[in-house]
């Protein structure tokens, strides 16, 4: 079964459902070239009004792209399992209209990606990141030639996270510009870095991706603006079962964050 066929499937005439990682066009399998924003628009027809999401999330461009779509043709979304991280922040809250189903969450959570911290954990774990993609290259001394890991060139760990902050900082002004077109409050994204700080201050040695946040149909509406919500409410025994199935952290914002 090719990567479309696994991962975008017509449930019927009108609705859509696409169930896995978001992934851009490089990280895709061989057998089909396309990004998931590409085989979103692909898979869209006249007739197509819902798209059903269970994502964990993946790569926040290709979030964008496929938000922007989904906005534009006024696409309602469902939830079925979960949505998070990516999957949360765009392509759901680009819905006309948004149902988590029973048994169903949407999670947010403040990652390295959006928000690349110069702290030492941050740091260390850059410095096993690029010295694992180093252990994978062949021994190609012997030959005379100079190998340099792909991607990494001869940056140091300060260039590196430098330039993360720079993209970092590029994607959230897209999004905080999409939520300002849909009428959302941008506030959202500092709220969600505000209470995952909070949180990690209090218990060391979790990283940031680790804490998720599952916000309240009425906080949703009421602090950031979000129209068309329709979300059973989440049980602490949910929370609970998505540490053991997926690990991490999962919280509920209650409150005003």
């Given amino acids: ?42 898979n869209l027809t006249a007739e197509t009004r819902t798209l059903v999401l269970d ?24 939830v079925d399992g979960r949505c998070a991280s990516a999957c949360a922040l765009l392509p759901f809250l680009a819905g006309r209209h948004k149902v988590v189903a029973p048994g169903a969450v949407v999670e947010f959570h403040s990652t390295n990606s959006l928000d690349p911290r ?16 180093r252990g994978q290259l062949p021994d190609l001394s012997r030959d005379g030639v100079t190998v340099t890991p792909p991607d990494l060139g001869g940056a140091t760990v300060d260039a590196i996270l430098a330039a993360r902050r720079g993209n970092a900082a590029q994607l959230r002004q897209a999004i905080a510009g999409l939520y300002r077109e849909w009428g959302m409050a941008p506030v959202l994204l500092d709220d969600i870095d505000r ?3 909070a949180y990690l201050a209090g218990h060391p040695g979790l990283l940031r991706d680790q804490v998720w946040w599952w916000f309240p149909s009425s906080l949703m509406m009421e602090r950031y603006g979000v129209t068309g919500l329709d979300a059973a409410l989440v049980t602490a025994d949910t929370l609970t079962r998505l540490g053991l199935e997926v690990g991490g952290i999962h919280l509920s914002a209650e409150h005003r964050p």
């Fill in 55 to 78: 994502s964990g999330g993946g790569d926040v461009t290709v979030a964008l792209a496929m938000a922007r779509l989904i906005h534009e043709r006024g696409l309602d979304v469902r």
């Fill in 1 to 42: 079964m090719s990567y479309q066929d696994r991962a975008w499937q017509r449930v019927d005439p009108a609705t859509l459902a696409f169930r896995g990682e978001i992934l851009p066009r490089r990280f895709l399998p061989g057998e089909h070239p396309l990004g998931d924003a590409d085989l979103l628009a692909r």
């Fill in 118 to 133: 110069d702290t030492p954990d941050a740091r260390a774990r850059l410095t096993r990141e690029m010295e694992a993609i």
């Fill in 195 to 197: 209470s995952t700080d």
